[in-house]
């Protein structure tokens, strides 16, 4: 019998794999953590990206249910290198989102979007996305 795990942003239990137990982690940080309420934010998010189907592992909406945040959940297994970040801000050109988490349950890498543009820049105190 597989393992599974209770997601409360598609309220219904997901098989319990490394990476989704990165991503349940996830959740409650934002949520405890950051003070985003459940209600803002969704798991497995579907989007389209030069006519491919995408999904960000969550996504945060504003209270304009704009989406505020993206985070990209890895495996512990799976290191946070340039190529997992690249991914991110790929997904980005299509959502258009400030703030990018990057995270693997072991580190959390986080980046702003400069206004007006196209570049990002890392951020330390990850509380600056509230």
Do not use: H
């Amino acid at each position: 019998m597989r393992q599974t795990i209770y997601d409360p942003l598609r309220r219904k239990e997901v098989a319990m794999t490394p990476e989704e137990e990165v991503r349940q982690k996830m959740i409650v940080w934002l949520n405890v953590r950051l003070g985003f309420s459940l209600n803002l934010m969704m798991s497995e998010y579907s989007f389209k990206y030069n006519g491919l189907q995408y999904r960000a592992d969550i996504v945060v909406f504003d209270k304009n249910r704009e989406i505020k945040l993206l985070v990209e959940c890895k495996a512990p297994s799976v290191e946070i290198d340039r190529e997992v970040i690249e991914q991110g801000i790929r997904y980005n050109r299509s959502l258009n989102v400030k703030y990018i988490l990057f995270t693997n349950g072991v580190s959390l890498c986080g980046y702003r979007r400069r206004d007006g543009s196209s570049e990002y820049e890392a951020i330390s105190d990850m509380t600056e996305i509230k």
